[in-house]
Each structure stands twice: as C-alpha cells, then as structure tokens.
C-alpha cells in the first residue's frame, strides 16, 4: 500500500510540475502577443540596476529614488528636459523676487488654480511650509534637505489668498529660486493629520539646538518625526500631486506606478511637455545582473536602461543584429566618479598621502581601455561643461616615481621590511594599508589598478565589494577609508556647502571626507551669496584649486550616461539624470 502511495504521489507531483510549465509557457505566449492588454494600455518597463531606499523624497538617499520620486510627488518647478532651463509645473510662474533687503530677497508665486491632491482638496501654500518645516524637523535623520532648506528666512501665508506663497530667503542665495519651488510638494493632511508641524516657526527650527526646545515640544517634534520616517512612510503610504501612484513593490523585484485617472495636470499637459503622463503604467524591474539586462532588451521585456557597462554598450551598438531592435544615446549627465578619503583616518589625513594615491591611476587608460571614450576626465567636483570649471588644472597623470618620492620625502619608509610603508605618528607605527570600498563593475575594476599600482611602491590596497546601501551606511557612520564612489548633481548652480562646508564634516553630515578650511568655508560663502557674477567664478576658481592640491577626494572622470532603449518606445535622451523622463517617453509611430 506505501507503495502504491508513494507512486501515485510521484506521478501527481510530476503532473502538477507540468501543469505550471504549460501555464507560465501560455501566460508568456499571450503577453507576447498582448503586452499591453493585462495593463489596458501603454506599460513603458524600465530597468533599474539596484532597488530603491525609499520613496520618501525627505528621507530617501538613493538616486533611484529621486528619479522615481517626482512622478508621484510632483515639486512645484523643475529642470526642464531640453534647455535645462527651470519650467513652472504646479506653480504659474517660476518665483519671482518682489523684494530685496540688507538680509534677505523674497520670492513670491501663485499655485495654479487647478492644482489639486487625490481626494479633490486644493494644493496651496500650507503645504509647502508643511513640506519645509518637515525637513527641518531636528529629529528627520537625512540631513540633506535641511542644508538646502536652512536659507529660508521665513514663510508668509495668508488666509484669503491660500494659493499664493511668500518665501523670504537669506539675501542673494544663488538657489533662491529654487528652495522656493524646486522641491517635491507633501499633502499636509495625509503626512501631518495632528498638524504637529503647523505650531513651528521656519526660523526656530533652522536655529534652535536641543536645549532651546522645551520638553514638550521635543517630546511632539520626535513623535511627528518617527511616524514620518517609518517603513510605511516610505514603502506604501505614499501620497502627491503627481500623474502616477505607487500601485506596488516588491522588494527587490519590481516597483510599479499606475497613472491617475482625472488626473489634474492633464488640462495643462499639451502646453507644459513635462506633465505629460504618456505611459498608462511604469515598471521599474530591479535588475543588478548585466547578462540578464541585455537579454531582455533584446527580447523586448524591458524598454530601457541606463548604467550598461562601456564594454557591453559598445559592443551592443556596434553590432548590425541590433540595430533594427534597439537605440542607443550617450548624454553627458551631471556627474562624476571619485575615490572618497576619510581624511580624519590618521593615515589619510596627510596632503602627502592623498597626492600620492592620486598619482597611481593611469585615467586616461582607463577611459580609453574601461570606459571605452564614454567619460572625460576631471580636476574636482565640477562638471567639465560649466563655465566656472577650472580649466587651468591639468588632470594628474599616472606617475609611480612621483608618488614615491611625495612619500619619502613626508617620512614614510618600510621599516619592518614587510613591504608596507610605515611611519610613527604619535608615538603609534601607521602603515599605508586600505580598505577600499566597491559596489559597481567600474569601481571593482578601479580598485584593482590601484592595487597593482600601489603594491609597487610599498601601498596596500584591500578592495572590498559590498552592496550600496551597506556602503552608504558606512560613509554616513565614518566607518570607512576609502570608497569609489559616483557623485551625481543637480543642473543647478553648484553649491558646495553640502558636501564641502565644516558644518556637515560629522557623522552624519553630508562632507564626508571630512575636509574643509576656514578658506574653503569662506569661498563657499562668497559662491553662496554673491551678487557679483565675476566674484563667484573666481571663488569656484580657487575652491577647486585648493581641492586640486589637497585631494580630499581623488577625481576621477565624468562618465557619459549610456542609455539603450527598445525602438518600441520614442524618448529624447537629455543630460539631465538619469537622462530621460518617464512620464514623456511615448510608443514609436
């Protein structure tokens, strides 16, 4: 009898297998077919190399998130696609300066009257200070709103105009315009039901410390923070203005945005081309693997994707099979690859030793070879094509010899005769020996010339692969030496403060190198505040001239985006990241 059950218990199993593969064979067969007809309509799928954070523009960190972010909470004005040029979308009009002082300008805009939230209630200027005041919030952990945030001098509203907004700025801020409308809007009923942040003043959470609170009031800033920051704030319960809403995500898998019926924007969207929501459905499906990627280009089950190593670029769009199948763009987006120094490790925080490593890379070879010409090579943090780029500093070429001597002549030797520089530094033998910190093929490929480089002359380079977010975790905790890493910026006028200001030089802080002077600082602030447009090039002149012969960071190149999109979809390819915008791609005629 066992083993009359066990047989039929085989054959079952072997049916119920067959039965599945017969079914996943079918439901491909029909989705071929009918690629659109589950989704009623037009589904653009895009790959994504990596999953996101967050969908929680204040809280987020990845930039995934910040592309996907926008289409569901919409900012007021943005980088158009095709001039670059700030466009009004949720406002009528980009803000316009209506006042200037000894300490500040005022920028005033009007919301437009169609504008509306999902259930019908009007957008108007209490959600934008709700939107400020939450970022500023002393207990939101990301602090990279808040130094962007911080220059607004006050918010004006007023009762019998809810739709006109009032934004006093410190006086000549070269962002104003856009603190004042480019950043994603929050429906304050939906993220603020209690209205906690409402009893606040802009201006005393810019300044007040924790001991200025009392502790009531920190006791309600901290319970307003930790319901904001929580996973279902930032995975599901996720509200906008924007033409699409989060229909799903699988973690790891597949994020999903569905596009709103009697959506508001549609009236405008003929004149406005960047409220266009072409697109019935988006699919972002998570794809790390490369070989994986390609195949479903080829096979037409994505649409698109970004980050495709040089090598398979160029190979894919040299070859003639794919040329009926597939297209191919290379925009030179706003961003740059750099070896990130923790300059308050001791045996980084030497000049002598970041100019050395700097002296080990042969970039040139590595566009040529690696990058195969798609990517420029770099003096600093600023973008080749701005017109305050440095041009005068020379990239620094690989030379062994050169970097050698730098090291002796800062005293450092082998001592012990194990083949690692040392020195004694306190009292304490420090030897040049590093961890470096890799997540992409590009920053896995840099380490191991590095290594090679730096094995000749008495350097010990231990690359160690980790996924981005764990890395991102290291960088804002400190716990790190040296990471490759991508800085990825905004069209906007750069603003260092972020990054290279002694104010966010702490765990935590966005200056995570930790490098910054009492001359730097001051630079950033004539580049901040300066009305005089030749002062502020001469100022980005000599900060990048100081970071050029301090290296903090080792700059690298600005690779060139490498975008390949099925011809079964129609997109302008443009340089801002991450060098299309979904809502516009459309099917091909």
């Not at 129609?570 to 005629?589: C, D, V, W």
């Amino acid at each position: 009898m066992n083993k009359l059950t066990d047989c039929l218990r085989y054959w079952f199993s072997k049916f119920n297998f067959i039965l599945i593969v017969f079914s996943l064979i079918f439901s491909l067969f029909y989705s071929s077919c009918n690629p659109d007809k589950k989704d009623s309509g037009f589904t653009l799928r895009i790959r994504l190399k990596e999953d996101v954070d967050c969908l929680h523009p204040i809280v987020s960190q990845s930039s995934s998130a910040t592309q996907i972010e926008p289409l569901i909470m919409l900012p007021m004005i943005e980088y158009s696609m095709d001039k670059i040029e700030l466009t009004p979308l949720l406002v009528l009009d980009i803000p316009r300066v209506t006042e200037t002082n000894d300490t500040m300008t005022t920028f005033e805009s009007d919301i437009r009257p169609e504008a509306v939230w999902d259930d019908g209630s009007p957008i108007t200027a209490s959600d934008y200070a709700f939107t400020v005041k939450a970022a500023l919030n002393p207990f939101i952990k990301n602090p990279t709103w808040k130094g962007f945030l911080k220059n607004i001098v006050a918010i004006k509203l007023n009762p019998s105009q809810p739709k006109h907004l009032i934004i006093q700025i410190k006086k000549n801020y070269i962002l104003g315009a856009e603190i004042a409308g480019n950043i994603n809007l929050y429906p304050e009923a939906v993220y603020d039901p209690e209205k906690i942040m409402n009893k606040y003043q802009v201006a005393d959470l810019i300044t007040k410390d924790s001991s200025s609170w009392s502790p009531q009031e920190l006791m309600e800033l901290q319970k307003f923070a930790d319901a904001f920051q929580t996973a279902e704030m930032c995975k599901s319960k996720i509200a906008g203005s924007g033409p699409y809403r989060l229909e799903s995500w699988d973690a790891s898998s597949k994020i999903v945005l569905q596009k709103k019926s009697n959506w508001w924007g549609t009236k405008i969207a003929e004149s406005i081309s960047m409220l266009q929501s072409y697109p019935d459905r988006i699919e972002y499906l998570i794809m790390p693997d490369e070989t994986a990627t390609i195949l479903a280009l080829k096979e037409g089950s994505i649409d698109l994707a970004t980050e495709i190593s040089p090598k398979q670029f160029n190979a894919l769009q040299t070859d003639n099979t794919n040329q009926n199948k597939l297209q191919f763009f290379t925009p030179g987006v706003f961003q740059y690859t750099y070896l990130e120094l923790n300059t308050s490790k001791t045996s980084l925080s030497e000049p002598a030793i970041r100019n050395a490593l700097a002296r080990l890379i042969d970039i040139p070879g590595f566009i040529k070879n690696i990058m195969h010409g798609l990517a420029d090579p770099i003096v600093g943090p600023i973008h080749p094509s701005r017109i305050y780029y440095n041009q005068r500093l020379k990239p620094i070429s690989l030379n062994s010899d050169s970097a050698k001597a730098i090291l002796q002549n800062a005293g450092w030797s082998d001592s012990n005769k194990d083949g690692i520089l040392d020195k004694k530094i306190n009292n304490k033998l420090i030897t040049l020996s590093f961890k470096l910190l890799v997540s992409s093929e590009t920053g896995k490929k840099l380490a191991l010339l590095l290594q090679e480089e730096a094995k000749k002359i008495g350097i010990e380079i231990k690359p160690e692969t980790k996924e981005f977010a764990l890395i991102l975790k290291d960088l804002n905790e400190r716990n790190f030496e040296i990471a490759a890493l991508t800085g990825k910026q905004s069209p906007s006028l750069f603003d260092p403060y972020q990054s290279w200001h002694s104010s966010n030089a702490k765990p935590g802080g966005s200056n995570r190198c930790g490098f910054a002077t009492s001359e730097t600082d001051s630079l950033i602030q004539i580049i901040r505040t300066t009305k005089n447009e030749e002062e502020r090039k001469l100022a980005y002149l000599k900060f990048q001239e100081i970071l050029y012969i301090q290296q903090p960071q080792i700059f690298l190149f600005s690779p060139k985006e490498r975008l390949i999109a099925t011809k079964r979809i129609q997109l302008e390819a443009s340089s801002r990241r991450p060098g299309y915008l979904e809502n516009t791609i459309r099917l091909a005629k």
